[in-house]
Nanobody, 120 residues
């Protein structure tokens, strides 16, 4: 069994910062790619940032220069540092990961989400 648990969401003023964390636990042989997605009210879930096992990153255009994704492989954790937050960043943020419970299997997992609300 593998679980992903997000933390770090909350209320913040526009221009402020938050750091989200997502920790994976359970039967883990290796963690491959990890990413952050978000879903605003009335909108589809959309990718925010992505990081490979080797540390290569990608960001959606609207967060480039403001958000930074990183990972700590020893802790099975991925982070999303969010700076210069805007009201349009308000959403539920979800962690996603490709995880191998054994060397010959790979599955995709989702966390339960954490609310980020940015006031103007």
């Amino acid at each position: 069994q593998v679980t992903l648990v997000e933390s770090g969401g909350g209320l913040v003023q526009a221009g402020g910062s938050l750091r989200l964390s997502c920790a994976a636990s359970g039967s883990i042989f290796s963690i491959n790619a990890m990413g952050w997605y978000r879903q605003a009210p009335g909108k589809q879930r959309a990718a925010v940032a992505h990081i490979t096992s080797g540390g290569s990153t990608n960001y959606t255009d609207s967060v480039k220069g403001r958000f930074n994704i990183s990972r700590d492989n020893a802790k099975n954790t991925v982070y999303l540092q969010m700076n210069s937050l805007k009201p349009e960043d308000t959403a539920v943020y979800y962690c996603n990961a490709d995880i191998s419970p054994t060397w010959y299997k790979n599955y995709n997992y989702w966390g339960q989400g954490t609310q980020v609300t940015v006031s103007s």
